[in-house]
């Protein structure tokens, strides 16, 4: 049972992980894709994307927006090559969350003095960019808790998380070059909010700007979703169950550790009428709890003899009877709990149980009655001699009539 429930929460968040992926490939490919350059690591490995030392030089008092390092790259995609720019630069946030490191109280990062890797590209139709942090400046004290100096961290090449943000104009000029409806009506609003604030970029254009991405994120994950359906038959989802308070997508996350509130509820936008559909009407669990009355009924009938002198009192026969009842009515409660896969599961096992209880009682009541007719024939067959022999019995009637005449 446990095997079960585990493996159909994995297969029902691993298909909501491969929706996320298609969310994202649909995304991303309106983005800069680069190479992500890193710092070189002590006791690590250099790669090919290692920046050579001798090429990253910390200025000594870095100001906000000084270039650290930078590099040129031309990629090609789909036959189209364009240019990539990587510029490291050095930048002061201003929010920065300056915290003790639990790990080692003397050494205390300062978040807001880091080198971001800013990565540009001139692809056609791209208005994604991203950045991500090279490495942060952290703060050592002396034995009497006085700033001793700064030194810079780097960032291992695995920890790498790309930060991506629009280009306004790059967007704005790709959806005057679409043609969808979509895009057309973003581009209105767009327009819309832009004369009211005099032409400022407020928060509510970057809301307009990450909607449309969120439109055509979950057309992709839905088209996903309708391709790879997990259903059987009337049953629109296994790994739920087959009941009409379930739904084939889950109406909040079905693991927050996997896939956030807020993520799932953008994944998701385009799929509120499976929310809402019936997973299932019940046919399973009444199948099942049906399948296992009958496999309990024909094997208790099966041994009946056996369960009536199992004790002396017959308590076995009463225990089988009870069992006749407990069994389904345990299976029917775990089939509501349950996915319908485990429901299925349950009325196979009961439907080869039968037909083999079945089989063996039909193929050993042959046997058993052949060995009855063998070991009958072998006790009356000395009575029945005269048939082997050819014999005819005597008719004492007949003689007694002849000798009278």
């Known amino acids: 049972f446990q095997g079960f429930n585990s493996y159909s929460r994995y297969a029902n968040v691993k298909q909501f992980v491969d929706m996320t992926e298609s969310f994202n490939e649909a995304v991303l490919g309106h983005g800069t894709d680069g190479n992500d350059w890193h710092l070189h690591i002590e006791g690590d490995e250099d790669d090919e994307f290692t920046i050579p030392a001798a090429e990253f030089t910390l200025p000594a008092n870095p100001a906000d927006g000084d270039l ?45 003095e880091t080198v971001r890797m800013e990565v540009t590209s001139q692809k056609p139709g791209a208005f994604l960019h991203y950045t991500y942090l090279l490495g942060a400046y952290t703060y050592s004290e002396d034995e009497e808790g ?63 700007c990450t909607g449309y991405l969120d439109e055509i994120g979950a057309d992709a994950a839905r088209e ?65 709890i049906g399948m296992m009355i009958l496999s309990q009924f024909i094997t208790m009938r099966s041994q009946k003899e056996a369960n009536k002198y199992q004790t002396v009192d017959g308590q076995g026969a009463k225990t089988q009877k009870f069992m006749l009842f407990l069994m389904p009515l345990i299976f029917g409660i775990f089939a509501f709990m349950y996915s319908a896969a485990f429901s299925i599961y349950m009325i196979v096992s009961s439907f080869l149980s ?34 082997e022999e050819g014999k005819k019995p005597q008719q004492k009637g007949k003689d007694k009539t002849k000798s009278r005449k």
């Not at 189209?80 to 920065?96: K, L, N, Q």
């Not at 679409?178 to 327009?191: D, F, K, M, P, W």
């Not at 109406?251 to 799929?271: E, Q, V």
Request: glycine residues 6%; negative net charge.
């Open 68 to 112: 650290v390092w930078q590099k040129e790259e031309t990629k090609e995609e789909n036959g189209v090559s364009y240019p990539v720019s990587y510029r490291a630069v050095y930048r002061i946030v201003e929010d920065g969350q300056a915290q003790e490191d639990e790990e080692n109280e003397e050494a205390a990062p300062a978040a807001d």
């Open 146 to 208: 006085g700033a001793a100096g700064k030194v810079f961290t780097p960032v291992a090449s695995e920890e790498i998380r790309r930060d991506y943000y629009i280009v306004f104009d790059a967007f704005k000029a790709y959806l005057e070059g679409e043609e969808s409806e979509l895009a057309s009506s973003t581009l209105t609003a767009i327009g819309t909010k832009l004369s009211e604030s005099g032409n400022v970029i407020t928060q509510d254009v970057k809301d307009l």
């Open 224 to 288: 996903y979703y309708m391709g790879h359906k997990m259903g059987f038959l009337w049953i629109k989802n296994v790994w739920e169950s087959d009941a009409t308070y379930r739904h084939p997508v889950p109406t909040s996350t079905p693991d927050a550790d996997a896939i956030s509130g807020d993520n799932y509820a953008r994944l998701t936008m385009k799929l509120e009428d499976q929310k809402s559909a019936y997973n299932g009407y019940y046919i399973l669990i009444i199948l099942s």
């Open 354 to 387: 039968l037909v083999v209880t079945l089989l063996c009682n039909l193929i050993l009541g042959r046997i058993f009655k052949k060995k009855e007719d063998a070991a009958i024939q072998e006790r009356y067959g000395q009575r029945l001699a005269w048939k």
